[in-house]
Each structure stands twice: as structure tokens, then as C-alpha cells.
């Protein structure tokens, strides 16, 4: 079975703090995506990145910035995080370079910023 | 960029009735995905429906592609309390890579 990780659970940050999110996936597939959940407002794509150091913009990047060094890795990062970043982040994982295929979720990251 | 409407964004219904939400785009889709995400769980993958006037079904949920492949709608007959959850359409949008739009979700309520 496909296994997507993402690193904590729960977290509880302070504004301004520096926040990382981690997500591996462990089935060798080259896209992967971050989510933000809001009640009412479904899920809204960050970022996605179809292969190593490659990365697109989705409709919600403000204040937020990607790396993936590595195919099974995608990391979300909040550079000085804010209350308006308090939310549920999913992450993603899906096979293949065509317009195709199910997406793969992870347990999910519910971030708090104090 | 691309975007999908979703509604209703609730459903409440006595179980043992049926339940539909509908999904639309202002442009042609290549395909269209169902995702179903338990109360506190994550989206699980249901189907994906790719021809124009697809009809797919699993027990008692039923899924359907319009003939212009700009619409779906997922269909549960005789709801049950396990069918509650938020059910979302998927789409994708092509930028460089392939990226998959959700739409808002419908909530459904179950009451027995």
C-alpha cells in the first residue's frame, strides 16, 4: 500500500516562528502536492511539484515556500508564520506525468499559530 | 486557473434517504475524480469517470460524467450513518505538471 507520511500531527507555533512541514512518500511517485483545509472552503493546492526541484504555485502560495531535494520528500515551509496560517495542511502523493490517477493523501498537519 | 463548483456545501437527511451532490466546470474536463473524507480523517480516493455519459457505481453510490464533460454528480441511495463525511470532486489542471483542483466539498449529515 501506498504510504504517505507527514511529519507531526499537531502543532502549535508562535507568529513570526520559522514552521516546517515534511512529507514523504514511500512509492516512488513524482507528484506531490501541499493542501490547506478550512471549513467552507474545501482544499486549496499550495504547491506542487511533478519532480525533484521542480515546483508550481497553486492558488493559495502567499507565505509560503516549497523544497523538494529528494523524489519521496516535499516540505512546506512557513518562513514567519501568522494566525491567518492556523489551519489543517494536507500533503499528497500521486503516480505518473499525465492528467490521471488518484491522489494519495497523508494523515494530515493540524498547525496552530498562536 | 481552473476551478470547480461544488453543491450543495451541506446535506442534512434521515437515513434511508437518498443523497446527491453535483460538481461543475466552465471548461471541458479529460476527467473528473470523488474523493470521500471521514469526520478527522483524510480524502480517500472513490473513482475516477473519464468518458462523456459515464455512469460508474459502487453498491449504493452511483457516479455520473455529463455528455459535455463539464459536470459529475455522485449519488447515494438509502443513506446509511456510515456515508457521513465530506464528499469532494477532483479535476486536474494542466501548469507545467498536472495539478488536481478540488471543489468545496459537500458535507453530509446522517441522522438515524
Known amino acids: 500500500d501506498v504510504k504517505v507520511t507527514q511529519s507531526s500531527r499537531y502543532l502549535v507555533k508562535r507568529t513570526g516562528e520559522k514552521v516546517f512541514l515534511e512529507c514523504v512518500q514511500d512509492m516512488d511517485h513524482e507528484n506531490m502536492f501541499w493542501y490547506r483545509q478550512d471549513p467552507g472552503l474545501g482544499l486549496r493546492l499550495i504547491y506542487f511539484?511533478?519532480?525533484?526541484?521542480?515546483?508550481e504555485k497553486g492558488d493559495i502560495p502567499e507565505g509560503y515556500s516549497v523544497s523538494r531535494e529528494k523524489k519521496e520528500r516535499f516540505s512546506l515551509i512557513l518562513e514567519s508564520a501568522s494566525t491567518n496560517q492556523t489551519s489543517m495542511y494536507l500533503c499528497?502523493?500521486?503516480?505518473?506525468?499525465?492528467?490521471?490517477?488518484?491522489?494519495?493523501f497523508g494523515e494530515g498537519s493540524r498547525l496552530t499559530v498562536l | 486557473g481552473q476551478q470547480v463548483m461544488q453543491i450543495p456545501q451541506y446535506q442534512h437527511v434521515q437515513e434511508g434517504e437518498d443523497f446527491t451532490t453535483y460538481c461543475n466546470s466552465s471548461t471541458t474536463l479529460s476527467n473528473i475524480q470523488w474523493y470521500k473524507q471521514r469526520p478527522g480523517g483524510h480524502p480517500v480516493f472513490l473513482i475516477q469517470?473519464?468518458?462523456?455519459?459515464e455512469v460508474k457505481k459502487q453498491k449504493r453510490l452511483t457516479f455520473q460524467f455529463g455528455e459535455a464533460k463539464k459536470n459529475s454528480s455522485l449519488h447515494i441511495t438509502a443513506t446509511q450513518t456510515t456515508d457521513v463525511g465530506t464528499y469532494f470532486c477532483?479535476?486536474?489542471?494542466?501548469?507545467?505538471?498536472?495539478?488536481?483542483?478540488f471543489g468545496a466539498g459537500t458535507r453530509l449529515f446522517v441522522k438515524a
Open positions: 511539484s511533478y519532480d525533484v526541484k521542480m515546483k
Open positions: 499528497a502523493s500521486r503516480y505518473g506525468r499525465y492528467d490521471t490517477g488518484e491522489l494519495f
Open positions: 477532483a479535476v486536474p489542471y494542466r501548469s507545467g505538471g498536472f495539478k488536481t483542483i
Open positions: 469517470l473519464v468518458k462523456s455519459g
